[in-house]
């Protein structure tokens, strides 16, 4: 399997407000893929998480992936606190709707679903 490095940061200007996601690929050849977007009304957490989800599909075949961000929101999020969510359809354990759920189940798809192998690192 193939080895990357995905290097990811999403921000906002204000919160909500206008905001920026980026990814840097890398492979260990040295060749880059930088990726990037941005909404205009959106939050500081929505951007983090796309950079993410932008990020995995763009690699062409399974990977295995050290994965570096900013964000424990995002980190814990995955690695922690989805798994509660699924088992309480999409709720916090205060029986909230999880924030940003839309963004949090296209990224368990691509993570627990997917075909790459994730290190995260923050």
């Excluded at 029986?95 to 189940?105: E, G, R, S």
Aim: proline letters at 5%; a negative charge.
């Amino acid at each position: 399997m193939s080895t990357v490095e995905i290097y990811t940061d999403g921000a906002c200007k204000g919160n909500p407000g206008p905001g920026g996601w980026g990814a840097l690929l890398r492979s260990p050849s040295g060749q880059e893929k930088e990726l990037f977007g941005g909404e205009l009304d959106t939050t500081n957490n929505r951007m983090e998480l796309l950079a993410v989800i932008e990020a995995l599909p763009a690699l062409k075949r399974p990977c295995t992936v050290a994965l570096y961000l900013d964000s424990e929101y995002v980190r814990k999020g995955i690695t922690e606190w989805i798994h509660g969510w699924k088992a309480r359809g999409w709720r916090t354990a205060a029986k909230q709707p999880v924030k940003n759920a839309d963004l949090w189940q296209q990224l368990d798809v691509l993570t627990h679903q997917g075909e790459h192998t994730i290190e995260w690192h923050w």
